[in-house]
Structure formats: C-alpha cells, structure tokens
C-alpha cells in the first residue's frame, strides 16, 4: 500500500510548490518580503522550472498564447478608456440620472452589469469605485450598499461574455466556443435548467 503513495520527486515537488504558492497568494504576502500577488505567482512559476519540476519546453506547451493575448489587449482597451476619460463620463452620467436613491443604486448596478459584460470586471470595479464613493458621500448617503450593487453586478455582468474575465477567456481560447454562442447561453435570463 505504501509502494503506491510514493511520489516521483517532481510530483512531491509539484506538491510542495503549489501549496506554497497558494498560502503567500491566499495571504497576500510572503511575511518579511515586499511582494505583490503577481510577483508571487511569478516566483512561484519560476520555482517549477528552477527545481526541474517542468522543463522549459513542457513549461512552454502550458501557455495558451491566444488566451494571453486577448487577456493583455483587454487590458490595454481599459487602461486607454481610464486614461481617455470614459470611466469618469459613465459616472457623470449616472449622477445626472440619479434622482432619487433607488434610483441611483439601480444605475450603478445596470452600469456595473453592462461593462463588465464589455471589459474585463476587475478594471471596472476598480474604475468605478472611486466615482460611487465620491457621489454617495457628497450626498450623504451609505456607500456600503451602492459598492456591494457595483461588485456582485460586476460578477454576474462578467459571467455573460467571453471577455467579461480571464476565466471565460481561457475557457472561450481553449474550446473554440464563439462570442456569440456563449453570450446566448450565458447571457440569457432564464435558467437552462428545467425543474
């Protein structure tokens, strides 16, 4: 029984670095270090080829290029719309709408929803949050309910299209599904599930 449990010492190795890999990312931070989370997943990478775990051309055949590629110029189309401007017009559009509480929490959310359908969610959680908290504090309201609207509307926004966040585009790169196809599946309002 204990013949089969042993591993290869690339699999133990796997193990070891994953898990390590996986504690600094859930923590954030590696205690003593000033590292970010991508630098983290960076090192973390680094260790499979620096330990044999992988070998560069095995490593290399672990990379979808196309996925990357749309991931990096969905990143560049957010940060061109930052830099232009659009983030900040969606907002002004949304305080001159906004006549009454509910109202303004319905804009958020149909806006947070509709973006991120568009563009990445993350970019425009990020974009947004700055203009939610600067309306709903100069009115004097709670901002806690409009920021809990504009994330899960991200989240379900993002869910609809391919482009909505890294996830969907690794899935829509590897298996060939077209834009249209997954934002008819996913994007639909009823359940595909009959009960």
Known sequence: MMS???LA????????I?????????????PGLRLNRA???MIGAGAVLVFGVLDFPAAERTLDL?????????????????????????????IERASHPLSLLA??????????????????CIMLTPLVCGVVIRLRRDPIPYLIGLACAANVGSTAT??????????GAS???SYTYWLARLGRWRSPVSL
């Open 4 to 6: 089969q449990l042993s």
């Open 162 to 171: 391919i482009t909505g966040n890294p996830q969907n585009i690794l899935i």
């Open 175 to 177: 298996s060939g599904i």
């Open 66 to 94: 196309s996925t990357l590629v749309l991931l990096f110029s969905m990143m560049v189309i957010n940060a061109v719309l930052e830099l232009s401007g659009f983030f900040t017009w969606v907002g002004e559009r949304i």
């Open 9 to 16: 010492p690339a699999q133990l190795g796997a193990i070891v």
């Open 107 to 124: 804009l958020v959310i149909g806006t947070s929803g509709v973006l991120s359908m568009l563009f990445l969610n993350d970019p425009v």
């Open 39 to 41: 630098a983290i997943a």
């Open 18 to 30: 994953a898990l390590l890999t996986f504690v600094a990312l859930a923590l954030g931070e590696v």
